[in-house]
């Protein structure tokens, strides 16, 4: 067997991968960053101090040598003059180290810390470069050369060690690293926590299906109100499952109750007459008038289990009939054509249908709707039959909308109207004058599948009706704007 692997713990993992390299990312960005941002700044501040100090050098001749009477001042002998350094001249500024040399190396005033090591550096030119001592301290070097009157051939070198700012920044890499594995735990268990906590909206669903398959109450339904939008759509998702799979359920079980109860009569019918014509030797015109009653008991079970098979699968399928653009007057004259074939001499059929008019509907369906209506008019349209059938458009009072209406009138023995609503349950028969124990057939689901089909197109299905003044029976279909135009155009 497969072992499954923990969500939770994959996450956490994967959490913790991206934590690992953003810190080290970080880290090694901080240190690329730190170290170019410390070799500016002391760049910066080595050739600042230099160039402070080459201010405070000046050349002096004999004669202004004898007049000057400033003795803080510092005098070099040099060429045939003086040199006056300042007092302000500092040898040390930022732990910048400055010296005053003649261009073959000879140092005549300052500091260097390295002066033994460079002794064979020349002055090239000014610039600024790096100088790696014997103990493999490194130094930043600025050489400048002095310009001015009796300031030939002199240079000032300007020397900083990096070490004290290269322990800067290792002290704060070794905080850094200390702090790393702290990080990356509080990580891992953030993650952790975050992951349990994120999934345990799953874990309530994982109960709730737990508790439907194990208690069988398809009634259950998750709570959505604090979880997050992901989640949210699973648990919609989830909940409509369970709404359709309740509705099957619901669905299965009116299906087997209804079919018991409806089938219950006829077979109660075929077994005793089969027990009666066994009992004993029969008259074969005895056993005629048996086989004509299971003949007749069969054939309505079939009908009855054929219209209860189209409801449910009605029912259960309504994707399974896409709504197209159709002609609807074309259909029901196609359906009034084939009353016509069948009506037989005692029936009148007259017809007031327009021309033209198209719906968004399902061809199957709304035949079937129209062919159920009829015959519902033909079974039930008294002793001497007459039918109308008209076809139109209307506008609904109420929504304003343009619907197209089929019209279904016959002259039978009406509903009352404490009636008219039932009749469109299913196996709801108004009257028992209107059962089949008149001789009149059906499995009282015709009125209920036209409510269906109704509901489907998004339409009504409507009935006026009183005792003894016959029944209208309407069919209102929804027609959209380019339906309307079209039948408009027609017209």
């Not at 040099?78 to 350094?85: A, F, N, P, R, V």
Request: hydrophobic fraction near 40%; charge should be negative.
């Amino acid at each position: 067997m497969k072992r499954r692997r923990s969500i939770t713990v994959r996450i956490a993992v994967w959490f913790t991968f991206i934590l690992v390299v953003l810190v080290l990312l970080t880290y090694l960005v901080f240190r690329i960053v730190s170290a170019s941002i410390l070799q500016k700044t002391v760049r910066g501040y080595l050739m600042g101090s230099v160039n402070e100090n080459s201010d405070k050098i000046g050349y002096l001749t004999d004669a202004q040598r004898q007049q000057n009477t400033d003795r803080d001042n510092v005098y070099i002998q040099y060429g045939d003059g003086w040199l006056e350094i300042d007092d302000d001249y500092l040898d040390v500024i930022d732990d910048v180290q400055t010296a005053l040399y003649t261009s073959d190396g000879r140092m005549l005033y300052g500091k260097n810390p390295i002066s033994r090591e460079m002794e064979g550096e020349e002055f090239t030119g000014t610039r600024v470069y790096r100088y790696r001592a014997g103990d493999n301290t490194r130094y930043y070097v600025y050489d400048r050369k002095l310009t001015g009157e009796g300031k030939t051939d002199l240079w000032l070198r300007g020397v900083v060690s990096l070490s004290a700012e290269e322990m800067q920044l290792v002290d704060i890499f070794h905080t850094a690293i200390f702090f790393f594995p702290v990080l990356i735990i509080i990580g891992i268990a953030g993650s952790w926590i975050t992951a349990r906590r994120g999934l345990m909206p799953v874990r309530r669903i994982e109960q709730t299906a737990m508790s439907i398959t194990k208690e069988t109450d398809l009634a259950r339904r998750i709570r959505l109100d604090d979880l997050d939008t992901e989640l949210f759509d699973l648990g919609v998702a989830f909940n409509g499952m369970l709404d359709r799979l309740e509705h099957a359920f619901a669905t299965e079980q009116q299906f087997t109750s209804d079919a018991s109860h409806e089938l219950r009569t006829p077979m109660t019918v075929i077994q005793a007459q089969t027990e009666l014509a066994l009992e004993q030797e029969r008259s074969p015109e005895e056993y005629r008038r048996a086989l004509q009653v299971i003949r007749r008991q069969s054939g309505r079970m079939n009908a009855l289990i054929t219209s209860m098979l189209d409801y449910t699968r009605l029912e259960m399928r309504p994707e399974n009939y896409p709504l197209e653009p159709m002609d609807l007057t074309q259909t029901i004259r196609a359906c009034v054509a084939d009353l016509e074939i069948m009506k037989g001499p005692d029936l009148e059929l007259t017809t007031a249908i327009e021309d033209g008019i198209r719906i968004q509907g399902n061809l199957i369906l709304v035949e079937r709707a129209v062919q159920n209506v009829l015959d519902n008019a033909r079974k039930y349209g008294g002793p001497v039959p007459a039918i109308h059938v008209a076809l139109g458009m209307e506008i609904n009072r109420q929504t304003k909308a343009t619907e197209a209406v089929c019209a279904v009138t016959d002259h039978g023995p009406g509903i009352s109207r404490d009636e008219q609503e039932r009749i469109f349950e299913r196996f709801y028969r108004a009257d028992p004058s209107r059962s089949s124990a008149k001789g009149i057939p059906g499995a009282g689901l015709g009125l209920s599948m036209v409510r269906k089909i109704m509901d489907l197109h998004g339409g009504r299905v409507t009935l006026e009706s009183a005792p003894g003044q016959g029944s209208t029976f309407r069919l209102h279909f929804p027609v959209s704007e380019e339906s309307s135009d079209t039948n408009e155009s027609v017209d």
